[in-house]
């Protein structure tokens, strides 16, 4: 049999390269499958159901560099996944005397799922420092640029005056967010224990009094949280991954998304301070960090949607729903980890063309104000007569300024930027 190409990420410059690419690969999961087994063990040992020697023999064996992962791979389809060859190889490498305390009283769905989330926490430990370099970007453009006048679009038209401070203090909130959402997911990761049907049977039967004190103990030896109840077909930790991910996907695609149209050769608004060049055209500088961005956001919501599907499992252990999860949860920590690492260069780099911005502002030949035009005028000229005025000069393309109606009004559309200083201080307060 051919044995299966590494994944080098050769179509995914998104997460190619990043922190979270080391830590979902092949071999962080193996080393996480590895640390459940081991923590296994320790448990039983620190309640008296296994021998320490038995917990130092299984911990000491526990090294991914000693298996073959490609092996293990190929053997998992045997069995359906692959827990099964490695309890088989580990068992082997801890030798006869204590090789039978190996996995002893677990399933494979017990560390699998504990394995999975030991890699969510590493990748999502990565994450949170690229998000606080990101908003903490975004928080010196919002603060330098509080007051530089850009038009503000609505359904891709020029709207009213708005600022780019606000623009990105709304960006930063977004973002702030997205940590907190990680933050508090990461400390809610769970172990996973419960034996062949969720009711931890075999380890009383291996000697244990209290069964239901062993959970805890195995959690405590991984770092992760203490469940409540064995969750094989329980899947709120799982789900809870998908919709914080998703969120971060979508969070730092709005900045995205923003970024690419602004940056527009007939906008130029911002640019990328790193942008890439092209294979034929010389001339463009392409936005690639938004680019990659907004890839990772618009396969985010797909990815979760399968892990929410899970949710809806038969019995105490499913075929199929738990099997589904696997891959999808591990793309949704690499495009999210590749992304907020993208942000960070995005937004340490991000160049703002305030002086375009404001010649923008002009484009509609001062009709950009026409909603405080309508305001000011209704009073004097009837609100009829002040709607059919702007109406005719929006027709004749004239520039408000030779309208004689309007010799006395404030036509400077930098004047007309509502509470756009006062919300981005407000939003800057946020920490």
């Known amino acids: 049999m051919t044995s299966p190409d590494p994944d080098t990420g050769l179509l995914a410059p998104g997460w190619t390269g990043s922190p979270a690419a080391s830590a979902t690969g092949d071999s962080a999961y193996l080393q996480a499958l590895l640390d459940a087994e081991a923590a296994l063990t320790r448990a039983q040992a620190a309640l008296g159901t296994a021998p320490a020697e038995a917990a130092r023999a299984v911990t000491e064996a526990a090294e991914a560099a000693r298996f073959d992962v490609r092996s293990l791979a190929e053997r998992a389809r045997r069995g359906g996944n692959p827990v099964i060859p490695l309890v088989a190889d580990l068992t082997e490498a801890v030798g006869e005397e204590y090789g039978p305390y190996v996995h002893r009283g677990a399933t494979s769905q017990d560390i699998l799922d504990t394995a999975t989330m030991l890699v969510a926490a590493r990748t999502l430990d990565l994450v949170p420092a690229d998000l606080d370099r990101t908003q903490q970007a975004l928080a010196r453009l919002a603060a330098e640029h509080r007051d530089t006048a850009m038009p503000g679009r609505t359904l891709t038209q020029h709207a009213v005056p708005t600022t780019f401070g606000l623009k990105a203090a709304g960006w930063r909130s977004l973002v702030l967010d997205a940590r907190d959402r990680v933050t508090a997911v990461r400390n809610s990761l769970p172990a996973q224990l419960g034996g ?36 094989h077909t329980l899947r709120t930790p799982v789900a809870d991954l998908a919709g914080c991910l998703a969120f971060t996907a979508g ?114 030949h001062g009709l950009i104000i026409s909603e405080r035009l309508s305001a000011e005028l209704a009073p004097v000229l009837g609100r009829a007569r002040a709607k059919e005025l702007l109406t005719r000069l929006a027709s004749e393309g004239r520039p408000l300024d030779q309208a004689p109606e309007l010799t006395d009004v404030d036509l400077d559309p930098t004047h007309y930027t509502g509470s756009a200083g006062a919300l981005t201080d407000r939003a800057l307060e946020r920490r």
């Open 196 to 231: 062949a049907a969720g009711t931890l049977a075999a380890f009383g039967a291996y000697g244990a009094s209290d069964p239901t004190a062993l959970p805890a103990a195995y959690a405590h030896e991984l770092g992760l949280r203490a469940p409540d109840l064995p969750w």
């Open 251 to 364: 969070a730092l695609g709005k900045l995205a998304a923003d970024v690419l149209t602004l940056s527009r050769t007939e906008i130029a608004e911002v640019a990328e301070g790193s942008g890439g060049g092209s294979s034929a055209m010389p001339h463009k500088s392409n936005p690639v960090r938004s680019t990659l961005i907004a890839s990772a956001a618009r396969r985010a919501p797909q990815l979760a949607a399968t892990l929410y599907g899970s949710l809806a499992a038969e019995d105490e252990r499913p075929a199929g729903a738990w099997h589904a999860e696997w891959e999808p949860l591990r793309d949704l920590l690499r495009l999210v980890g590749g992304a907020a690492r993208d942000a960070v260069e995005l937004t340490e780099g991000l160049r703002v063309e305030a002086d375009v911005m404001r010649e923008h502002l002009d484009l509609t």
